[in-house]
């Protein structure tokens, strides 16, 4: 990787990061665009022309120019409905662009929705079953279907799952990327407003680690 930008909130977030994104897509021009987003919520970014795309999946930075991949980083947590959903409403935007997913991002279930449900109001959660996927892939059970090479085989989405070498060539590929943050700093799980956090840290370093980029590159 030949230079690299990251987009980070450093309050509690909807600071304007879709919007951000969305304007160096447009004027930066990367050639990649990385995320390790969770469905939480919306990116949201408005172009010149007052057309607006909410994403909570793809980056806003689609609508560079010279985009040629976009990768889904190792500590995603991805609603596959959603995606799919995008990948169809933004086609005009990836013709010819490249999309990884790595095949140990996590992928968020039905299930894990329905468990946040029975405590997560009490402490501001948005309920989209992140914490619980997030648990479910810590555990590590072999049986356990969480991570996208197991649950996404057989799906529309099978193909975009690539094997973490494929996924680290193409970092190293990348001449200007941009790395799309989520969230903010304060809404993280260990920096001092616990519990009333989400289920990460929202820092520069764990930004670059969930999207398995070293921190020294």
């Not at 939480?40 to 980056?59: A, C, F, Q």
Request: aromatic residues 6%; proline residues 5%.
């Amino acid at each position: 990787m030949r230079e690299l930008h990251m987009i980070v909130d450093l309050q509690y977030g909807s600071c304007g990061k879709g919007l951000l994104a969305g304007y160096l897509g447009d004027t930066l021009a990367p050639d990649t665009i990385i995320t390790a987003w969770s469905p939480n919520s919306g990116h949201t970014y408005i172009d010149r022309w007052g057309t607006k795309m909410m994403n909570t999946v793809l980056p806003n930075g689609i609508v560079s120019p010279n985009l040629k991949r976009i990768l889904l980083g190792p500590g995603s947590v991805i609603d596959a409905n959603k995606l799919w959903d995008e990948l169809n409403r933004y086609d005009g935007f990836l013709d010819n662009v490249d999309i990884m997913i790595h095949e140990c991002a996590a992928v968020v279930g039905e299930h894990h929705r329905e468990a946040e449900r029975e405590y997560g109001f009490g402490i501001g959660s948005t309920m989209k079953g992140v914490g619980e996927a997030v648990i479910e892939k810590i555990r590590r059970k072999p049986e356990s279907n969480i991570i996208a090479r197991d649950v996404l085989v057989g799906t529309p989405l099978e193909g975009l799952v690539v094997p973490a070498s494929v996924y680290n060539d193409a970092i190293d590929d990348a001449q200007l990327a941009v790395i799309e943050g989520s969230q903010g700093f304060s809404l993280s799980m260990n920096q001092g407003f616990y519990p009333f956090t989400t289920s990460r840290d929202c820092t520069v370093h764990q930004l670059l680690s969930d999207c398995a980029i070293p921190a020294g590159m």
